[in-house]
């Protein structure tokens, strides 16, 4: 699956959009059944430390749009942590689909 990777304001580099790819396919392995993943990166102002904010969409079927957003250091720390959460609201997900 292609993520939709979105730089608002300014260009990801070629290494950022393949790390977030990578966290991506691995996401999409364990719940094949994700329709999409939109990735939004930005710099928040001021140019301060934990400037970095990563919000990441994932379309579901038979759901409302999943979405996390995080602020970090560096843009990688941030879609980690961004996809951490989005893991934990699909295994909620997936346990209240099972018990429906």
């Given at each position: 699956?292609?993520?939709q990777i979105n730089a608002i304001h300014f260009e990801a580099s070629e290494r950022l959009e393949q790390f977030i790819q990578k966290k991506v396919d691995r996401l999409y392995r364990r719940f094949?059944?994700?329709l999409a993943v939109e990735?939004?990166?930005r710099v928040v102002k001021p140019?301060?430390?934990n400037n970095k904010e990563c919000g990441i969409l994932i379309q579901?079927?038979?759901s409302p749009a999943l979405f996390a957003s995080k602020t970090a250091d560096?843009?990688?720390e941030a879609v980690d942590e961004s996809l951490?959460?989005?893991e934990r609201?699909?295994?909620k997900l997936k346990d209240k689909n099972a018990n429906a």
């Open positions: 699956m292609v993520a094949d059944w994700i990735v939004n990166l140019e301060t430390a579901v079927p038979n560096t843009f990688e951490n959460a989005l609201q699909i295994e």
